[in-house]
Structure formats: C-alpha cells, structure tokens
C-alpha cells in the first residue's frame, strides 16, 4: 500500500514538473501587468493599446497599465520587452515596423524572431497621406506633379526611420516615381505637428492620430495608403484608386510577449484579448477610429511575422532605406 502511495505521488510530481506552463497560466494573472508601447503618447500604436487596455483589465481582474517608452524606431520600448521576465506581466504593444527595424539597424538589443512570441494582432489601422491646407495641393496627382517638377523639393514626415509611416511613404514614393526628403520624427504627434505648420510637406499618418485635425480643416486627406478605403474617410480614395500602383501598405498593431512566456499563459492572454476586442465597447471604439480586427492565432502571428520580414527586406533595399 506505501508503494502504491509513493508511486502516485511520483507520478503527481512529474505531471506538475512537465507542466509548468499549465500551473502559471491557471494562477496568473495575480498582479499589474505592464503594457509597453515603444511609440509616444497619440500614436496610433498607443491609441490601440489604450482602447483595449480598461477591456481586458476587467476580463483578467487585475489592473493594465500602458507604459510608453518611444524612441529608436520602437526599438526601445521593444528591447525592455524582450529582456523581461516571460511571466505573462510585461507585455508589447507594437506595430507593423517590428518586421522592419531588423532591417534598417546595424544592430538591434535583441532577436526579432527569437525573442518574441505573437499573441495576436489587434488591428489594421489605415494611414492616410495628409498635407496642410496652405500648400495648395488638393490631390495626390497634384502632390506627386509638384515632386516631379523639382525632384528632391518635397519632403516627407515618418514616426521614426524603418517605421510603418516610413515604409508607406516609400512605397508610395517608389510606385510615383519620384526622389524626396525623408525626415522622420520621435512618433506622430510631432509629424503632424510639423506638417500642420507647413515645415514638412506630407506624412502618412495613422488615421487615428490625424482624424481630428481633418474634421477641423488643419489638414487635409489626399488619400489612404490602405488596401481599401477607411471606414472613417470613406470619400478618400486609396493610393492605388489615386493613380499610384504598387503603393498600398497594410498598418498593423499587434500584441507580443517574451518568446520563453508559458505557452498556456500566451494562449489564456490571447483567448483575453480577444474577448476584449469582440466587447460592444471595444467595437464601438474601434469603429471610431477606423480601425479593423485582424484575428490570428499566436502561431498564426508568429508566421506572418516571418512572412512580412521577408517582404520588408526587399521594400527596404529598393527603396535604398540605409540601417541606422
């Protein structure tokens, strides 16, 4: 009968040491969690991350915190990620240019793909290619006619070198065909800011960030650098329907953790999220500001991830982007 005890207790051992996974995951969450946003504070990276936050706070019955940590391309806030704990409390909230940054610095304090496990994609948030008013440009035919008359006159505002805003500015100066000015910013709110006053000549800005100052008549749309129009701009053609091939740019913001965070804490936090996203608040927020769910699995995100670094690659050496 003693043997009989020990061996199932043994055995009850082994199954906890084998599962680790499994015990954090139905413990966790029982602290703060920290979101990292390595934008600053009105970027559309930002913007996402808050509209989800107070959701999935009351779904996990712990407190969310965004924390922005801007600088480097996103480089920044992404490194105090990928060297955190991977207990499930220190999580990233990054957009499209994570698959970019590999490719447009010298070097980076950490692996892109080994460093990182996807949860899931928050949503596509559309850029749309705004101007002052006082330029007198009224249509991207107009914008791109004034760039070709005097190449290298125009400039153009990005959140940062090897950022989504700079990527889509490139494809869309490369499918124009003409030579400009890159002159990127700390994130958003200072590219618009700059464009506003007339100081740089175009950015292409997540919606979310530049609608305000639309509605308002400071900034005008000439158009989306989306696949299809904006939700929230209907009557702004595409880049594409504006005459410009090869220049729609797909804007993402996505979630990711410390690619040695338990499987079965990356599997509950994204089961969480997307419970949060499907919540009318949360739907209503995004509808807002045009932004579009993007559902995925983790193993999902994790393969387009690898999919769109190798598409990046080649966008960054023909666009002749150099790594910082």
Same mark, same amino acid.
């Given at each position: ?126 850029? /749309?290619?705004?101007?002052? $008013?006082?330029?007198?440009? #009224?249509?991207?035919?107009?914008? %791109?006619?004034? @760039?070709? =008359?005097? !190449? ?104 990711? /953790?410390?690619?040695?965070? $338990?499987?079965?804490?990356? #599997?509950?936090?994204?089961?969480? %999220?997307?419970? @949060?996203? =499907?919540? !009318? ?44």
């Amino acid at each position: 009968m003693r043997v009989e005890k020990l061996f199932k207790a043994v055995c009850l051992s082994l199954a906890v040491a084998l599962a680790p996974g499994a015990a954090l995951a139905q413990a966790w969450p029982t602290k703060p969690i920290r979101i990292i946003v390595p934008f600053t504070p009105g970027s559309g990276t930002d913007i996402i991350a808050r509209a989800i936050s107070d959701r999935l706070a009351a779904n996990l019955g712990q407190p969310v915190i965004v924390e922005n940590r801007a600088g480097a391309g996103g480089t920044i806030g992404a490194a105090v990620v990928a060297k955190a704990d991977p207990d499930g409390y220190t999580i990233l909230v990054q957009s499209s240019s994570h698959t970019v940054n590999p490719f447009t610095f010298q070097t980076l304090p950490y692996d892109t793909q080994k460093e990182f496990a996807g949860v899931t994609p928050l949503a596509v948030l559309p850029n /749309v290619l705004i101007i002052s $008013p006082t330029k007198g440009i #009224k249509s991207v035919q107009e914008l %791109v006619a004034a @760039a070709k =008359a005097k !190449p290298g006159s125009i400039n153009y505002a990005s959140a940062g070198s090897g950022s989504a805003t700079h990527l889509n500015a490139e494809k869309f100066r490369l499918g124009a065909g003409f030579d400009g000015v890159h002159v990127p910013f700390k994130g958003s709110p200072e590219a618009i800011t700059e464009v506003m006053t007339g100081r740089v000549d175009y950015y292409f800005s997540p919606v979310v960030s530049a609608l305000p100052q639309i509605k308002d008549g400071k900034l005008l749309a000439l158009a989306v650098g989306s696949p299809t129009r904006s939700s929230v701009l209907p009557d702004v053609p595409t880049t594409v329907e504006a005459g410009v091939p090869n220049s729609e740019y797909t804007f993402w913001v996505g979630m990711l /953790v410390p690619a040695k965070t $338990p499987r079965d804490i990356v #599997k509950k936090l994204h089961d969480e %999220v997307e419970k @949060a996203i =499907a919540s !009318p608040e949360v739907k209503e927020r995004f509808a807002k500001l045009g932004a579009e769910p993007m559902p995925m699995t983790p193993e999902q995100f994790d393969a387009y991830i690898r999919d769109e670094m190798t598409a990046n690659e080649k966008l960054i050496k023909a666009a002749g982007i150099k790594a910082n």
